[in-house]
T-cell receptor, first 114, second 114 residues
Framework: GAGVSQTPSNKVTEKGKYVELRCDPI?????LYWYRQSLGQGPEFLIY????????DSGLPNDRFFAVRPEGSVSTLKIQRTERGDSAVYLC????????????FGPGTRLTVL | AQSVTQPDIHITVSEGASLELRCNYS??????LFWYVQSPGQGLQLLLK??????LVQGIKGFEAEFKRSQSSFNLRKPSVHWSDAAEYFC????????????FGRGTSLIVHP
């Protein structure tokens, strides 16, 4: 079956602009995670959804970052007033449920802020 | 707070040689431990995981890892490396609770010489 997909694969934007990154989880997976991976680093947790609600958003760096999952499937990560330091690969992962420990990762969106 | 240390940024081996990638963790209770592999332009793929039971865990692609509580380690091993194993390897630690959000190490880049 289809894995986790993320669009776009690459996004180049200018400082101060608004961007949206999309994640399509594996069908039926109720848990969805967003991570940010900077060059030479491991993935850093941003936010976790169980169904439609954000169960844990403790990793969001500031209020410029926001994510939604209105129907419990597709999720959108939104970044306002982008800064050069936001440049990174944004990874999405899903898992069948909150008690399942295996996360399935998408290929990521590479965000470059000029 | 949980944390992971991967002391080797790069490891170079010859094809056919054995491999050991080091991972040390910090966690207050019995940890859930993971190894992921990331090839260029790809999402992270789970190689293996440890939750409880046998401390020697077998994974995909011929990899295994051993949980050593006394050393707080979860090193990844493979007896004979193939050129296709060249990738970035991430160790992660997670715990209980509803979300099982893992903390990742910074990764070890494996280079395979022919």
């Amino acid at each position: 079956g289809a894995g986790v997909s993320q669009t776009p694969s690459n996004k180049v934007t200018e400082k101060g602009k608004y961007v949206e990154l999309r994640c399509d989880p594996i069908s039926g997976h109720t848990a969805l995670y967003w991570y940010r991976q900077s060059l030479g680093q491991g993935p850093e947790f941003l936010i976790y959804f169980q169904g439609t609600g954000a169960a844990d958003d403790s990793g969001l760096p500031n209020d410029r970052f926001f994510a939604v999952r209105p129907e419990g499937s597709v999720s959108t990560l939104k970044i306002q007033r982008t800064e050069r330091g936001d440049s990174a690969v944004y990874l999405c992962a899903s898992s069948p449920g909150p008690q399942d420990n295996e996360q399935f990762f998408g290929p990521g969106t590479r965000l470059t802020v000029l | 707070a949980q944390s992971v240390t991967q002391p080797d940024i790069h490891i170079t081996v010859s094809e056919g040689a054995s491999l050991e990638l080091r991972c040390n963790y910090s966690y207050g209770a019995t940890p859930y431990l993971f190894w992921y592999v990331q090839s260029p332009g790809q999402g992270l793929q789970l190689l293996l995981k440890y939750f409880s039971g046998d401390t020697l865990v077998q994974g995909i692609k011929g990899f295994e890892a051993e949980f050593k509580r006394s050393q707080s380690s979860f090193n990844l091993r493979k007896p004979s490396v193939h050129w296709s194993d060249a990738a970035e390897y991430f160790c992660a630690v997670g715990g209980g609770g509803g979300s099982y959000i893992p903390t990742f190490g910074r990764g070890t880049s494996l280079i395979v010489h022919p």
